[in-house]
């Protein structure tokens, strides 16, 4: 070990590095030489990094360690930020600067190494890489030992949350406001989850969460997961020019029966393929529906595509009365009011899946969703022509029900003896209504 000395009265011009920790009198008679002993520490400007942020397992991370004393010895160990240091690869390992070992071959501070990174433990991990250099006195243990530390990541899935705006006619991955967007209660809002660093062949998880009922204006939000084409068509190649692809996983939502008519699939992927999806319901007062899906990465991106429909009056589900009867949110989507209507990816659950959180939130601003209005004149078609002609005399007083086209009862597209009665109202004395 070396130590730095300093002059009472008068300072020598050869210390480079240390603080003082040294004891002993600090008092001296003006002119007078007292010698203090300083205690060698750690260079402060040694550090240490990797080309890359971020690794797949089976790739390479190329460490480079610099501002270390030159022709010293570093000490590189990279361990697991959680502890669990199982799998192989960090055991510790030394190189000297210059070395055939180091990379750069030249005797300069600056040590290059490389790692592993073993695909037996590293899929998902975060890592914390340390370099620790003997010092210019070349012995490890002793006062002058220079330290730096990085971390970096190996194969973490990301994900990017988008929404379809339907004046702006694109993709966006936050607000949208009545002037980016507009949608009549009942329509069904097209989503899309952007993942990347994926491991082929490997499961992955997430969970949407997406508002359903507001207890304070006592309004319903997003009733159930629908196919992303059901009301627009959103352009299905922003991400990639790979078209999406029908994914056959089901979604079941024993709430909602009437989803799992005319289309049970309610993905599309490219990238991916989805192998479950289970529907629940989450929180007490204000509610979210969590869809928990589940599925393979075919290659390192993939996009997954779903909507999710907004509700109508009377439609969202809000809890049960004392008899076990579903209470109803006499608001549709329309009335939700406050910050946003809004869906975002976060949570996870069981092991041997890596469940890819979180993610941006996306929302729909107050005014996007509105009711729609139906209107018409109820006239006698005498020549059954479908057009009003003159002559043809209106009708007034008479019955105009308005129903829901359940898929479950029937053929979509028609009025079914089992489409759910919505309204009832009579025609004008003109005919109108």
């Not at 030249?106 to 250099?133: C, H, K, R």
């Not at 993610?359 to 020549?383: R, T, Y």
Request: charged share 15%; glycine share 12%; hydrophobic share 35%.
């Amino acid at each position: 070990m070396f130590t730095f000395s300093r002059f009472f009265g008068k300072q020598s011009a050869n210390r480079t590095r240390g603080s003082k920790t040294g004891s002993g009198s600090r008092k001296a008679r003006r002119g007078a030489l007292l010698l203090e002993t300083l205690e060698a520490r750690t260079t402060p400007t040694a550090s240490v990094f990797t080309d890359l942020p971020d690794y797949m397992p089976g790739d390479t991370a190329l460490i480079t360690a610099q501002d270390f004393a030159p022709g010293s010895t570093v000490e590189f160990q990279v361990l697991h930020v959680n502890g669990n240091n199982g799998g192989q690869g960090h055991l510790p390992w030394r190189v000297t600067d210059g070395s055939l070992e180091d990379l750069d071959h030249a005797m300069n501070g600056v040590i290059q190494t490389s790692w592993y990174v073993n695909p037996d433990d590293s899929l998902g991990e975060t890592f914390v890489l340390t370099a620790l250099g003997n010092g210019p006195d070349m012995t490890f243990g002793t006062g002058d030992d220079e330290r730096a530390n990085t971390t970096f990541t190996d194969g973490n899935p990301a994900v990017t949350l988008n929404q379809w705006e339907t004046l702006t006619h694109k993709w966006a991955n936050g607000q949208a406001n009545m002037n980016q967007a507009r949608y009549l209660e009942g329509d069904t809002v097209p989503y899309a989850a952007k993942f990347t660093n994926l491991v082929a062949g490997q499961n992955y998880g997430f969970f949407i969460n997406l508002n359903t009922y507001q207890q304070n204006t006592n309004a319903g939000g997003f009733v159930y997961l629908d196919t992303y084409t059901r009301s627009i068509q959103p352009n299905s190649t922003a991400f990639g020019s790979a078209v999406p692809v029908v994914d056959m996983a089901t979604v079941t939502d024993s709430n909602y029966p009437e989803q799992a008519g005319a289309e049970i699939t309610a993905f599309s992927t490219t990238g991916a393929n989805v192998i479950q999806v289970d529907i629940s319901t989450s929180g007490t007062g204000s509610l979210d529906r969590v869809a928990k899906v589940q599925f393979t990465a075919g290659s390192s991106d993939a996009v997954i595509y779903w909507g999710q429909r907004l509700a109508l009056p009377d439609q969202v589900i809000r809890g049960q009365d004392s008899g076990g009867n579903p209470l109803l949110a006499p608001l549709g989507a329309s009335g939700f009011t406050g910050g946003s209507l809004q869906t975002k990816i976060e949570g996870s659950a069981n092991s041997g899946v890596i469940w890819v959180t979180p993610s941006n939130a996306v929302q729909l601003m107050p005014g996007v969703v509105v009711q729609g209005s139906i209107e018409g004149v109820k006239w006698n078609d005498l020549d059954a022509d479908g057009i009003k002609e003159a002559g043809e005399p209106l009708l007034s007083a008479w019955g105009i029900q308005l129903y829901v086209d359940s898929a479950t009862s029937g053929i979509v597209g028609q009025w079914d003896a089992g489409d759910p009665l919505v309204q009832t109202l009579a025609t004008g004395a003109d005919g109108s209504y």
